[in-house]
């Protein structure tokens, strides 16, 4: 089993930048698949982006694309969401999660991670 702690949320203006981080103990990192996803305010929870076990393949939720990245180091037990040129729309709780047996493919396709952190708060002003 596998702990997830996020951490690099909070209030930045509109146009601004925010680097999230997930930090994992547990079971050995690199045998996970990772991602995150948000949930904002009276909406269900999306997938934001995916990476895979070796970092070589990264997924993007449309509303994600050219504007976040992911990227992981193993060696650090962490995986990454740098968001840039936040918009109001962002604003969400943000969400790290790892699965084990599942490709990070399977999660873009709607497969939800059999593991997630407590999340972190993002929010964006206008």
């Known amino acids: 089993q596998v702990q997830l702690v996020e951490s690099g949320g909070g209030l930045v203006q509109a146009g601004g930048s925010l680097r999230l981080s997930c930090a994992a103990s547990?079971?050995?990192?690199?045998?996970?698949?990772m991602a995150w996803f948000r949930q904002a305010p009276g909406k269900e929870r999306e997938f934001v982006a995916a990476i895979t076990r070796g970092g070589s393949s990264t997924y993007y939720a449309d509303s994600a694309k050219g504007r976040f990245t992911i990227s992981r180091d193993n060696a650090k037990n962490t995986v990454y969401l740098q968001m840039n040129s936040l918009k109001p729309e962002d604003t969400a709780v943000y969400y790290c999660?790892?699965?084990?047996?599942?490709?990070?493919?399977?999660?873009?396709?709607?497969?939800?991670?059999?593991?997630w952190g407590q999340g972190t708060q993002v929010t964006v002003s206008s």
């Open positions: 547990g079971r050995s990192f690199s045998t996970y698949a």
């Open positions: 999660a790892a699965d084990l047996k599942r490709a990070a493919s399977q999660i873009v396709t709607g497969t939800l991670p059999d593991y």
